[in-house]
């Protein structure tokens, strides 16, 4: 589904009735990554992924650099679908993204699950990283920057024994453009850092993290969840960083089990 607010194009799925559930995917890939999630929770909930700019369907916003702006154009399309509150899912800079909402939209948030990511900002080190890849983007294109995520995204085991996995990640991560990818990573080397913001978080939060992450850690969830006040922490087995896709049965009931508890 697509609609086009203040002249650009974004691309969204909208499924189910309740409480809306709104879903952030991941670097370099799209709202496609959530698809095992919309299949099962849009049974009692009403799902809503989105492209984030230069990603899926939506359009590249090239003078975006700060994942502010991802923030203000999802509470956009929240304003455009006339939801005035609504549960937050984002994995890894989906994360990164939601901390953004809730640090200039706390009253948009009923509750938030924070996904395989971390609250710190990029060291020096880190946005150096940044900028090679975004040179390896711009000289060999998305498939160098698929070789260079993959291990970084999914488990050894899900590389060594899921080739269908590894296939459906590599085809979300060819269908990002350049820039997109290019735009994501000045805006994740230019974000704050959010732990500060950690202690200020009052509403329900669940912490999700694969224990094979590689990108984040368990040590990173693990820091997140004990600054959140009540916060709830659940590690996947046999998941790398993207929990969600590489062991959604056990992610799913992880989410069910936290939205049922708080009578969301
Ligand atoms: C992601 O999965 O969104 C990235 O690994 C985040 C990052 O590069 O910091």
């Not at 369907?57 to 679908?81: C, E, F, Q």
């Not at 899912?89 to 993204?97: D, H, P």
């Given at each position: 589904?697509?609609?086009?607010?203040?002249?650009?194009?974004?691309?969204?799925?909208?499924?189910?009735?309740?409480?809306?559930?709104?879903?952030?995917?991941?670097?370099?890939?799209?709202?496609?990554?959530?698809?095992?999630?919309?299949?099962?929770?849009?049974?009692?909930?009403?799902?809503?992924?989105?492209?984030?700019?230069?990603h899926?369907?939506?359009?590249?916003?090239?003078?975006?650099?700060?994942?502010?702006?991802?923030?203000?154009?999802?509470?956009?399309?929240?304003?455009?679908?006339?939801?005035?509150q609504?549960?937050?899912?984002?994995?890894?800079?989906?994360?990164?993204?939601?901390?953004?909402?809730?640090?200039?939209?706390?009253?948009?948030?009923?509750?938030?699950?924070?996904?395989?990511?971390?609250?710190?900002?990029?060291s020096?080190?880190?946005?150096?990283?940044?900028?090679?890849m975004?040179?390896?983007?711009?000289?060999?294109?998305?498939?160098?920057?698929?070789?260079?995520?993959?291990?970084?995204?999914?488990?050894?085991?899900?590389?060594?024994?899921?080739p269908?996995?590894?296939?459906?990640?590599?085809?979300?991560?060819?269908?990002?453009?350049?820039?997109?990818?290019?735009?994501d990573?000045?805006?994740?080397a230019?974000?704050?850092?959010?732990?500060?913001?950690l202690?200020?978080?009052t509403?329900?939060?669940?912490v999700?993290?694969?224990?094979?992450?590689?990108?984040?850690?368990?040590?990173?969830?693990?820091?997140?969840?004990?600054?959140?006040?009540g916060?709830?922490?659940?590690?996947?087995?046999?998941?790398?960083?993207?929990?969600?896709?590489e062991?959604?049965?056990?992610?799913?009931?992880?989410?069910?089990s936290?939205l049922?508890?708080?009578?969301?």
């Amino acid at each position: 589904m697509k609609t086009v607010i203040d002249g650009m194009t974004v691309g969204y799925t909208d499924d189910g009735n309740g409480t809306p559930l709104i879903f952030i995917h991941a670097f370099p890939l799209s709202k496609s990554m959530w698809l095992p999630q919309v299949d099962v929770l849009k049974e009692a909930y009403r799902v809503i992924t989105i492209d984030l700019g230069g990603h899926g369907d939506s359009d590249i916003v090239p003078w975006n650099d700060s994942l502010d702006g991802y923030a203000k154009n999802i509470i956009r399309l929240l304003d455009h679908l006339e939801i005035t509150q609504a549960v937050f899912v984002g994995l890894s800079m989906g994360g990164y993204t939601l901390f953004s909402i809730y640090r200039h939209y706390a009253n948009r948030v009923k509750a938030i699950v924070l996904a395989d990511t971390r609250a710190q900002a990029d060291s020096e080190e880190g946005q150096a990283g940044r900028q090679s890849m975004a040179e390896v983007a711009f000289k060999d294109g998305a498939s160098a920057i698929a070789s260079l995520m993959l291990p970084k995204l999914l488990a050894p085991a899900t590389i060594e024994q899921r080739p269908e996995i590894v296939e459906e990640v590599r085809q979300m991560i060819l269908q990002t453009p350049t820039a997109g990818i290019v735009v994501d990573l000045v805006a994740m080397a230019a974000r704050p850092d959010s732990t500060d913001l950690l202690s200020t978080i009052t509403c329900p939060t669940l912490v999700i993290v694969g224990e094979e992450d590689q990108a984040t850690p368990v040590a990173e969830s693990q820091y997140i969840a004990k600054r959140i006040p009540g916060s709830t922490f659940v590690t996947i087995p046999q998941a790398g960083h993207l929990s969600n896709f590489e062991q959604p049965v056990v992610f799913n009931q992880a989410m069910q089990s936290f939205l049922e508890r708080h009578e969301l």
